[in-house]
C-alpha cells in the first residue's frame, strides 16, 4: 500500500469536508480546534456513542488524542478557509471556527453514497452534543479513550507481547 492509499478519508481534504459538514450542522455554533478533532474523530465512529453505524471501519490504532489527527484536521481546515467554506471567529477562549456563507450550498452540491451518509452523521453528531457542557465532552472521550487503551493491551497479549 502506499502513501496515498493509506491515507484514504483521512487527509487534509476529506478531514476539512468533515469539518464543513459538523460546522455547517452546528450551525450557529462555533468549536476550537480541539473540539473539532474530538468530532472528527466521533464523526467517522459514531456506533462508540451507541450512534448510526460508524463511517469508518474499526482499527485497533485510532486514538482521538493523536497528534497527527490534530494535524490533519487543522490542515483540513486552514485548505477550508481558503476556499471560504470555514470562517476563523475570535472568542474569549481562543480562536474558533464556523461555517462560512458558502459551507451549505457546498455541502449541497456533494452526492455519494459514503458523502450522505457523512452528513447524516454530523447532524447526529451536532444533535448529540448539542447545549452539553465542555466537560461532559471530554467524559465521553476520556471513557472512549479508556476503551480504545484496553482493546489495545488485549491486542497487543493476543499478538504475544508482553503487558
Known amino acids: 500500500m502506499d502513501r496515498m492509499t493509506a491515507r484514504t478519508f483521512n487527509g487534509p481534504l476529506e478531514a476539512g469536508v468533515r469539518s464543513v459538514a459538523l460546522l455547517v450542522a452546528a450551525y450557529p455554533a462555533a468549536y476550537d480546534i480541539r473540539q473539532l478533532t474530538i468530532f472528527d474523530y466521533l464523526l467517522v465512529r459514531t456506533s462508540e456513542l451507541d450512534g448510526p453505524e460508524s463511517l469508518h471501519p474499526p482499527s485497533p490504532i485510532q486514538s482521538p488524542d493523536a497528534t497527527v489527527r490534530r494535524k490533519i484536521v487543522q490542515d483540513g481546515i486552514d485548505l477550508m478557509i481558503s476556499r471560504s467554506l470555514i470562517c476563523r471567529e475570535p472568542s474569549l477562549a481562543g480562536i474558533t471556527f464556523v461555517a462560512g456563507d458558502a459551507a451549505a450550498p457546498f455541502l449541497d452540491s456533494l452526492s ?7 452528513k447524516e452523521r454530523a447532524d447526529w453528531i451536532a444533535g448529540y452534543f448539542k447545549d452539553r457542557p465542555q466537560e461532559a465532552i471530554a467524559e465521553t472521550v476520556q471513557e472512549i479513550f479508556d476503551n480504545w487503551v484496553a482493546e489495545f493491551q488485549d491486542l497487543e497479549r493476543s499478538w504475544g507481547a508482553s503487558a
Open 112 to 118: 455519494s453514497p459514503y458523502l450522505e451518509r457523512m
